[in-house]
């Protein structure tokens, strides 16, 4: 009696920690994914800690292995990895249909916000304070790209061989102007042959990192098997379908303008970007600037920086940056159509042609790699792309830090040496004093991205309203 007595009832209704999950329906699991699509700010490492947060700890619908196992194999995928897991996850749980609400939902709101932003830079954006909000923006995408350099390096440069590749690949991109694609698929290369022969120092660093370890049960654990399994004909089916899905919009615009119109020049690269653009959003924007500003004349230098401030402050991947691309290369070359009608279009072709691929290899590859959970080669792949991508990332930070500092810049060739050098009497003493204020707030005082975000833009609109810039 007195045992009982002592004994602490359980609170009614209060979820035991060891239970299995109940299933969850897809119309169960929508407002969970648009939950997860709202609290998506602060690039890749941001939106898989969300995810794992609400997915793995709070939800318990996969476990903690399948969810690393996904996140490889997305972050070896060309395009976003945080969006393609998602839509990993959400194919895991129900099918195509799933994957298609997980990852549709990832992009909707950064689609629409973008649009938006963009239809107000190419209206207004030399215009009063929007030139100095996005002058500020500048100055804390630099501090936010070289926090990106820190956090992804100390997960992935474990020992010398990482580290020697990390340096390799800034050397080959920064100094020998090779091409990203080329730099990663070496490394991945060199990372597989390294895991099939059982080196210990090609194994995976877990990409971006997850979060906290978490027991089980859960509604996806280690043992359960997918809904769609790896099958020949279900693959070349699946093939077919998206690869027109992602094509054919692409060859009716070809009929209908040319081949020589903007819209086929911008679907044709961004085609292309969607299949050769390892590593995440800000190795890739470092092969969008060098195509869009320097080899078609899109943009000008500042305004690639413009375009990740809105994709930094805006739900959804950091490679909505390419919409504002898509959107401002038509906006300026709209032919017979309206500038903004032309914009716009321009702008959703591009998110198309980047985001339809995304589905494409998760649905095509998704199968065949829950059959090689575990694989060494494939673990060493990953760590050594990863670990390039590193270098990669140093090369962005670099070019943008030039390109925010300086108003102009030379370039400087000897032999099969390329850089960039700046011309040091076009120096902006306010751009490198809000720069500096940035990194010293990301860094000594931890400030978060967007109090960072917020700050930098109202210096840069209170110094634009002061005629300082």
Not at 70 to 84: H, I, M, R, S
Not at 104 to 110: D, K, N, R, T
Request: glycine letters at 12%; proline letters at 6%; one cysteine or more.
């Amino acid at each position: 009696m007195a045992g009982a007595m002592l004994a602490s009832p359980r609170v009614p209704h209060e979820p035991d920690p060891r239970a299995l999950p109940p299933p969850v329906a897809l119309s169960q699991a929508l407002p969970v994914w648009l939950r997860v699509a709202a609290l998506s700010f602060g690039g890749p490492a941001g939106q898989i800690a969300v995810m794992h947060r609400i997915l793995v700890e709070e939800k318990r619908w996969i476990s903690e292995n399948r969810f690393l196992h996904a996140l490889n194999f997305c972050t070896l995928l060309p395009g976003p990895e945080a969006q393609q897991l998602a839509t990993y996850v959400g194919w895991l749980m129900h099918g195509t249909r799933g994957g298609l609400v997980a990852g549709g939902l990832f992009v909707l709101p950064g689609i629409v916000a973008i649009m938006v932003l963009s239809w107000v830079y190419a209206l207004y954006g030399n215009v009063g304070f929007v030139g100095g909000l996005f002058f500020g923006l500048k100055a804390a995408v630099l501090a936010i790209v070289l926090q990106a350099v820190l956090r992804i390096g100390k997960r992935a440069l474990k020992g010398p061989v990482m580290v020697g590749l990390a340096a390799a690949a800034f050397v080959a991109i920064y100094f020998l102007d090779l091409s990203f694609p080329l730099i990663v698929l070496t490394a991945g290369m060199i990372g597989y042959l390294g895991g099939r022969l059982g080196l210990p120092q090609f194994r995976a660093a877990g990409g971006h990192g997850a979060g906290k370890v978490v027991d089980g049960p859960f509604l996806l654990g280690d043992d359960e098997l997918p809904q769609d399994r790896a099958a020949i004909k279900h693959t070349l089916r699946v093939l077919l379908t998206w690869s027109a899905i992602w094509l054919v919009p692409v060859a009716a615009i070809l009929i209908a303008f040319g081949p020589d119109h903007v819209f086929i020049h911008v679907a044709v690269f961004f085609s292309k970007m969607a299949m050769v653009t390892f590593g995440g959003a800000y190795a890739v924007l470092s092969y969008v600037a060098q195509q869009a500003v320097e080899h078609y004349g899109w943009l000008k230098p500042g305004e690639m920086l413009d375009g990740l401030g809105m994709a930094e402050t805006t739900p959804g991947p950091l490679i909505m940056v390419t919409q504002f691309v898509g959107f401002m290369a038509t906006f300026r070359h709209p032919g017979t159509l309206p500038p903004l009608v032309a914009g716009t279009l321009g702008g959703l072709l591009t998110t198309w042609v980047t985001f339809a691929p995304c589905f494409l290899w998760i649905f095509v590859g998704a199968p065949y790699v829950e059959r090689l959970r575990g694989d060494r080669a494939l673990a060493g792949a990953l760590s050594a792309i990863t670990a390039s991508v590193v270098g990669v990332i140093l090369n962005l930070a670099v070019w943008f830090a030039l390109q925010t500092i300086f108003a102009e810049t030379r370039r400087f060739t000897a032999g099969p040496i390329h850089l960039d050098v700046p011309v040091l009497a076009s120096l902006n003493p306010w751009a490198l004093a809000l720069a500096a204020a940035a990194v010293l707030a990301a860094f000594r005082f931890k400030v978060g991205m967007v109090q960072a975000l917020a700050a930098c833009a109202a210096a840069g609109v209170t110094l634009r309203l002061m005629g300082q810039v």
